[in-house]
């Protein structure tokens, strides 16, 4: 199993990303997927998951701004981050629902 996360960067408050998780070594399209993420200095915060079906949940602190989706033919997991806060950065890792991680992807808000 491997999860692959890249599109991080530094962006600006009020900035965009997108985050991409290239998923391998498993059924990607059978399988619940989320997005967590830890600030600096913090624990885990669980931001969004999506059903394989594609039904989509978000914590409250990104609900509106944020936007989970999949492609299960290419085994694509996304994060569309936009409004982005400096309270939003973290590193940001995807995470199946058998619990195998990526090794994450760094996203910094700052002016």
């Known amino acids: 199993v491997q999860l692959v996360e890249s599109g991080g960067g530094l962006v600006q408050p009020g900035g965009s990303l997108r985050l991409s998780c290239a998923a391998s070594g498993f059924t990607f399209s059978s399988y619940y997927m989320n997005w967590v993420r830890q600030a600096p200095g913090k624990g885990l915060e669980w931001v969004s998951g999506?059903?394989?079906?594609?039904?989509?949940y978000y914590a409250d602190s990104v609900k509106g701004r944020f936007t989970i989706s999949r492609d299960n033919a290419k085994n694509m997991l996304y994060l569309q981050m936009n409004s982005l806060k400096s309270e939003d950065t973290a590193l940001y890792y995807c995470?199946?629902?058998?619990?195998?991680w990526g090794q994450g992807t760094q996203v910094t808000v700052s002016s």
């Open positions: 999506i059903r394989s079906g594609g039904n989509t």
């Open positions: 995470l199946s629902s058998f619990g195998s």
